[in-house]
């Protein structure tokens, strides 16, 4: 690349990526400030998403109020007993209350003290619209974009394509275009992949370890086990630790590690909510969005929560790579071979386990 009448601007600090002239980077620079038309569906001009309300709180409220919509719609479903979704039940109603060791009401107590706690514990962890509103909201993108984005975007382009191939592609006019991409959907999209994957393995290990270990399922876990039979509103029904360890932690760790805008914690604690609360719905319904894009999903949950599954099937809440790769999958297919061949009953095996563990 030729470089002797403009000076370099450095990108990457390696010297596996070339330096970049400044007459290039002023091709791929966005103008600033950015015209109105530039800005993505998505972004809002307003200080507050919800107006007069801090988006630190909506942050906070958000996965709280999923979870009860979300839960009382399949409440609903479960209630009303229309034909269409009854034909779509895991389990003959009358199963929940024969089965399950927990009655709605201590559920319901049990979850709002874990939204008690989590909204507590967030109230300390994310920071106030003075520090929020200067970082996130007041932004120059357009400048953010030229002095960060652009070298680093043009340097992985010569890296994949060489530096002359490179170099034409971005001055043909596809350059901006690939840092104003990569600022407003191709990091996004990274970040959410990343929380994704960390609330998966965290909650993955954390999971099994529980139900591996005697004192751990005996003491913590075997409160959300309680529901033989999972339905929406159990989804957090957890010992307090757990509730803390398993939910509030991962979520936190996810959204820090990632580098979270307040924005993006909303849609990721949000969207982890209603994933949740799907997967404990005890419905297999397949225009279900929750189902229809994840094979974790309430049928494959719904297997882990049986007394014969219960080694079987950990992933949660997105995918079931950990499960694949420590070869704890269980079907449905096999789940039906299962009981062609074993003539227990349901009661008999929920006996049989909680001795195992000394359970009262």
Do not use: C
């Amino acid at each position: 690349m030729n470089s002797s009448s403009s000076s370099l601007t450095q990108g990457f600090s390696s010297p596996l990526f070339p330096l970049i002239n400044s007459s290039l980077l002023s091709l791929l620079s966005p103008p600033s400030p950015l015209p109105p038309s530039s800005y993505p569906f998505y972004h809002s001009f307003q200080t507050t998403l919800i107006p007069g309300i801090s988006d630190r709180y909506t942050a906070l409220a958000v996965p709280i109020l999923a979870y009860w919509f979300l839960g009382g719609l399949f409440w609903f479903l479960d209630e009303a007993k229309f034909g269409y979704f009854e034909r779509r039940r895991l389990h003959e109603s009358e199963e929940v209350t024969r089965r399950n060791r927990v009655t709605l009401g201590q559920l319901i107590k049990a979850v709002v003290f874990q939204h008690v706690v989590q909204t507590a514990l967030g109230l300390m962890w994310i920071e106030p619209d003075e520090i929020v509103l200067p970082r996130e909201i007041f932004v120059d993108h357009g400048m953010v974009m030229a002095q960060k984005y652009a070298p680093r975007v043009a340097q992985l382009v010569m890296v994949l394509l060489g530096e002359n191939n490179g170099e034409a592609v971005l001055r043909s006019g596809a350059g901006r275009h690939l840092v104003e991409f990569s600022y407003w959907w191709g990091v996004p999209i990274l970040q959410f992949g990343l929380a994704f994957f960390i609330i998966d393995t965290w909650q993955f290990f954390l999971h099994k370890l529980m139900h591996e270990v005697p004192w751990l399922y005996r003491n913590f876990h075997s409160h959300h086990h309680r529901l033989y039979v999972p339905y929406a509103f159990g989804a957090l029904y957890n010992h307090p630790v757990e509730g803390f360890l398993l939910d509030t932690l991962s979520a936190t760790l996810a959204e820090a590690a990632s580098m979270m805008t307040v924005r993006q914690k909303i849609l990721l604690f949000g969207f982890a909510s209603l994933k949740t609360v799907d997967d404990h719905s005890g419905y297999k319904i397949w225009w279900d969005p929750m189902q229809l894009l994840f094979s974790n999903n309430a049928d494959y949950h719904d297997i882990h929560h049986q007394s014969f599954g219960m080694k079987k099937n950990f992933s949660q809440p997105f995918f079931t790579r950990w499960d694949i790769i420590f070869d704890t999958v269980m079907t449905r297919e096999q789940v039906n071979n299962r009981h062609m061949a074993v003539g227990s009953s349901a009661e008999a095996e929920i006996d049989q386990l909680e001795k195992s563990y000394k359970l009262d």
